[in-house]
C-alpha cells in the first residue's frame, strides 16, 4: 500500500465550477501538508502548505486537513482555464529528515 | 530571479550509454535533490545532498550516481542507462532552515528516452 494515495484524474470542469481534490495517507507521523501545481513541462511550485488540522485559506484556494480521518484536500472556487494543471499533494513527517514524500498528482482541466 | 536550472532539457540516448544531467541553482539553497516522476508513480527520489559533502540515497537509487561539484551544482549520472530509466528527470532545491525550509523549489525538469 503507497503511503499518499492521489485519485490521478483526469478531471475536467467547466470554468467558474468548484474542484475539489483530495489524498489520503497511511503514515500517522505526517505533520506538514502541501499541495503543488505543476503546468505541462513545467517543475512542480508549491502553492498551499498547513501543519494543522482544519482549513487554510488563500484566494481562490483552500486547504482543509483532518487528520484523524489521514485525509487532504484542495478546494477550488470559481475555477479558471489557468487552473488548468497536475494538483500533487506532499507530505512531510516530523522525525528524521523531513523527507518528502509525494502524491501520484490529479490532472485538472478548466473548460471556458 | 534566482532560478533552478537543468541541462539538457530533452535528451534521448542508447542502452547503454553514460548519461548525464546537470542541475545549477543561484537560490543559495545548500539543500539539493533528484527526483523521477513517471506516469501513475509520480515524484519519487534518488539522491539529495544536503550540503557539498553530504550525499545521501533516496528510495530509488540504483543505476544511478550523482556529484555535488560545489553549493550551486549537482548532477546526476546513469552509468549505462536502460529503457525503464525513460522519465521525466527533477532537481530540486531547499533551503536548510527559516520559514521556507519544508517548500522544494523544482527545476524545468529533463525528459529522458533511453532506447
Known amino acids: 500500500q503507497k503511503e499518499v494515495e492521489q485519485d490521478p484524474g483526469p478531471l475536467s470542469v467547466p470554468e467558474g465550477a468548484i474542484v475539489s481534490l483530495n489524498c489520503t495517507y497511511s503514515n500517522s507521523a505526517f505533520q506538514y501538508f502541501m499541495w503543488y501545481r505543476q503546468y505541462s513541462r513545467k517543475g512542480p511550485e508549491l502553492l498551499m502548505y498547513?501543519?494543522?488540522?482544519g482549513n487554510k485559506e488563500d484566494g481562490r484556494f483552500t486547504a482543509q486537513v483532518d487528520k484523524s480521518s489521514k485525509y487532504i484536500s484542495l478546494f477550488i472556487r470559481d475555477s479558471q482555464p489557468s487552473d488548468s494543471a497536475t494538483y500533487l499533494c506532499a507530505m512531510i513527517n516530523s522525525g528524521g529528515y523531513q523527507k518528502v514524500t509525494f502524491g501520484t498528482g490529479t490532472k485538472l482541466q478548466v473548460i471556458p | 530571479d534566482a532560478d533552478v536550472t537543468q541541462t539538457p532539457r530533452n535528451r534521448i540516448t542508447k542502452t547503454g550509454k553514460r548519461i548525464m544531467l546537470e542541475c545549477s541553482q543561484t537560490k543559495g539553497h545548500d539543500r539539493m535533490y533528484w527526483y523521477r516522476q513517471d506516469p501513475g508513480l509520480g515524484l519519487r527520489l534518488i539522491y539529495y545532498s544536503f550540503d557539498v559533502k553530504d550525499i545521501n540515497k533516496g528510495e530509488i537509487s540504483d543505476g544511478y550516481s550523482v556529484s555535488r561539484q560545489a553549493q550551486a551544482k549537482f548532477s546526476l549520472s546513469l552509468e549505462s542507462a536502460i529503457p525503464n530509466q525513460t522519465a521525466l528527470y527533477f532537481c530540486a532545491t531547499s533551503p536548510t532552515s527559516g520559514r521556507a525550509r519544508d517548500e522544494q523549489f523544482f527545476g524545468p525538469g529533463t525528459r529522458l528516452t533511453v532506447l
Open positions: 498547513t501543519y494543522s488540522s
